[in-house]
């Protein structure tokens, strides 16, 4: 995941607004909302898509999960089309650098088993769901053009498609290294969708000697995965540890030590030179800035992801930083236009009130950037935020409310979960990683942390909670409770720490609790 600031500018707010083109019906009165019938003045085989009212540019998790709030109101059947780039329909992508990459003797993910919404608990929207729910998926095209005065898009087949409210759920594509250093190579893996996962998994097969760059999400997540096939695996990095956005020094050592458990291996502090080829034209070694040449014939490259946001640039959407400005409705500067996901730059809202301030972008080239940013306009790349994001969207453009979007920064990661491995890792944190952090526990058992800035219980990090003791963090938080430093440094247990965090939330003294 990763969240990236703007500070500092002119407040966005764009008028509410509903389609202003024709439509067939008009939408239920059931959900509150009113689209004006209009005059129809073309002919619909004058455009690719036979839905129209509401067009989804995406076929990621937003994009699911934005069908699933159409069907829940009511709207989707003979209005809704999705152009989806990959030729399966919406899925949950954490699966692609977690039980995905796992063997086919551990029991790894497949689909159908995880489309949208079984992430959450809910529906599994198979191809079969979106027929049988009236909703048009237009399969291998993606958009390259947008054109906001007559209301269409032009697909890579070279049609066109008309809508009437447009949302983009674009994502993002892996940040790649140059081609100059070797980084299209055979055997250089970057992992968005389910067949680059499938390219990875041909080359674990045949792989003996494994390199992923970058320290981030996905360095973690698939150097965990890999372990599960006993492959010679080490992560090479620039920063001087694991997660340097999020974790602390000594929280992240404790994950390094478990890595190196499961025969993983660490070079920090330096950078990729280049990729070097064999003689048959793969990858057979990475050079790196100390000097050091290590051999590999997979090379994982997790170093981070960029918008997809280039068929709208010239359109005339507000944009920053690489992100789509949009307000707390994800309602863009162009009536009719949509943005949700990773390439929405929205006001976040804090203590009550919504920030909707926007400037200077921070800087941000991969994950969990966000300890300064807290309460200002941010982008956030993370399956949470594509979930919640959608459903806000589509509830706001239906009118069912209009509430700003009220999110709360969360990151979590699930990793070594194949049969056999000698421990599950789970970790979740909420809130904001700024001031002085108290650690709590034994990472052999349970872990946690607590960030505390100007006495205020910012941001707390567990490790191998039960899921009530999770159920906790989002709720300290958001309320952001004073607490007693004193008692947390005293607390000799996880769960003795979580109760002082409770107490404050009720504003009890700890000998109450």
């Known amino acids: 995941m990763a969240i990236a600031g703007l500070r500092h500018g002119a407040s966005l707010w764009c008028p509410q607004f509903v389609s202003r083109e024709f439509t067939l019906h008009s939408l239920h009165r059931s959900v509150g909302a009113f ?7 073309v002919t619909s085989a004058a455009y690719a898509n036979q839905n129209k009212e509401f067009v989804i540019v995406g076929g990621g998790n937003a994009a699911g999960y934005a069908a ?39 029991s790894p993910a497949r689909l159908p088993g995880f489309h949208t919404c079984v992430g959450t608990g809910g529906e599994r929207q198979t191809a079969e769901w979106y027929n049988e729910k009236g909703i048009e998926v237009l399969h291998g095209v993606s958009v390259t053009g947008l054109d906001v005065n007559s209301r269409t898009l032009t697909i890579s087949s070279g049609d066109c498609l008309k809508y009437g409210n447009l949302i983009i759920a674009t994502g993002c594509t892996a940040a790649r290294l140059p081609e100059s250093i070797g980084g299209d190579l055979l055997g250089v893996h970057y992992i968005r969708d389910v067949a680059d996962a499938d390219s990875l998994i041909a080359s674990l097969q045949r792989s003996k000697k494994v390199v992923v760059i970058g320290g981030g999400y996905i360095g973690m997540e698939v150097s965990a995965a890999i372990t599960s096939w006993g492959l010679d695996t080490t992560i090479v990095f620039p920063e ?6 999020l974790f602390t020094p000594s929280i992240a050592r404790k994950y390094e030590e478990l890595y190196e458990e ?58 920053v930083g690489g992100g789509i400005v949009v307000d707390g409705q994800f309602r863009t500067s162009i009536p009719g236009i949509w943005a949700i996901g990773d390439v929405a730059a929205f006001p976040l809202k804090i203590g009550g009130r919504r ?49 700003p979007y009220d999110y709360l920064p969360f990151f979590y990661s699930r990793v070594f979960e194949y049969p056999g491995s000698p421990r ?27 960030w505390i800035d100007s006495g205020k219980l910012k941001g707390v990090y567990l490790e191998s909670g039960t899921p009530e003791e999770f159920a906790l963090l989002p709720e300290v938080a958001r309320k952001q409770p004073y607490i007693n430093k004193k008692d947390l440094q005293s607390a000799l247990s996880v769960q003795a720490a979580l109760k002082v965090a409770q107490a404050s939330l009720e504003g009890k003294p700890i000998e109450a609790v």
């Not at 059947?77 to 919406?90: A, F, H, S």
């Not at 926007?358 to 982008?379: A, C, E, N």
Request: aromatic residues 10%; charged residues 25%.
């Open 424 to 450: 599950k890792i789970w970790w979740q944190f909420y809130g904001d990683n700024v001031g002085e952090t108290i650690e709590v526990g034994d990472f052999n058992l349970k872990y946690a942390a607590f």
């Open 355 to 403: 920030c909707g301030t926007l400037g200077q972008w921070s800087s941000l080239t991969m994950h969990l950037h966000f300890s300064k940013i807290y309460g200002r306009t941010t982008r956030v790349e993370h399956v949470d935020h594509a979930r919640k994001s959608a459903q806000h969207c589509v509830d706001a453009l239906l009118q069912i409310h209009t509430d």
């Open 35 to 41: 689209f004006p019938r209009q005059k129809r003045f």
């Open 262 to 319: 499961n025969g993983v291996k660490f070079l920090k502090g330096v950078s990729v030179n280049k990729l070097a080829s064999g003689d048959d034209g793969r990858v057979a070694a990475v050079e790196l800035s100390d000097g050091t040449v290590l051999d590999a014939d997979t090379v994982v490259v997790g170093i981070g992801a960029k918008p997809v946001i280039n068929p709208f640039v010239d359109a005339g959407l507000e944009m």
């Open 68 to 106: 699933r709030a159409f069907v829940q109101n009511g709207v989707a059947d003979g209005k809704l089309c999705i152009v989806c780039k990959e030729k399966v329909v919406p899925y949950e992508r954490p699966a692609l650098t977690k039980a995905y990459l796992f063997p086919l003797d551990k």
């Open 240 to 245: 001087a540890h694991l997660m340097p956005r």
